[in-house]
């Protein structure tokens, strides 16, 4: 048994001194009329399951903080994640509204050239045609 605190006792009716609180004061220790002897409590070894309670606090707060340094790199993990990601898509919409464009202004030319206006002009001179006008259709069986 450990020794808790040491503090004299009041006296009720007969005088034990100062004794270890939980204990009873042996025969020897007992000495009428003299209140001031301290007992001589031999010092007790610790045994292996009292070393190992005694260090479960230590192995707590370890484990404590090695969680919230595991969390505390989880959550900066996750803040570069989503930094990252956030640049990515502003990347591809910036790409995707280029591309956009480049689809709205080839359609445009498409129209363009494909317009008969364009067509009529490119197909009489390089071509040779002319104007179609009824007479000059030539049915081939």
């Given at each position: 048994m450990t020794t808790i605190a040491f503090a004299p006792r009041p006296a009720f009716g007969h005088n034990r001194g100062g004794e270890l609180l939980g204990t009873s004061p042996s025969k020897d220790e007992h000495v009428a009329g003299s209140g001031t002897a301290a007992p001589?409590?031999?010092?007790?070894?610790?045994?292996?399951?009292?070393?190992?309670?005694?260090?479960?606090?230590?192995l707590y707060v370890i484990a404590f903080f090695g969680v919230v340094?595991?969390?505390?790199?989880?959550?900066?993990?996750?803040?570069?994640q989503v930094n990252k990601l956030s640049a990515e898509r502003t990347k591809l919409d910036t790409q995707i509204s280029q591309s956009e464009q480049r689809l709205i202004r080839l359609?445009?030319?498409?129209?363009?050239?494909?317009?008969?206006?364009?067509?009529?002009?490119?197909?009489?001179s390089k071509l040779g045609m002319i104007q179609s006008n009824g007479e000059d259709l030539v049915v081939i069986k």
């Open positions: 001589v409590v031999p010092k007790a070894v610790p045994s292996e399951i009292e070393k190992v309670v005694r260090k479960m606090p230590t340094v595991f969390c505390a790199v989880m959550i900066i993990w996750n803040t570069l359609r445009a030319e498409e129209m363009q050239l494909s317009a008969p206006d364009h067509i009529r002009p490119i197909a009489q």
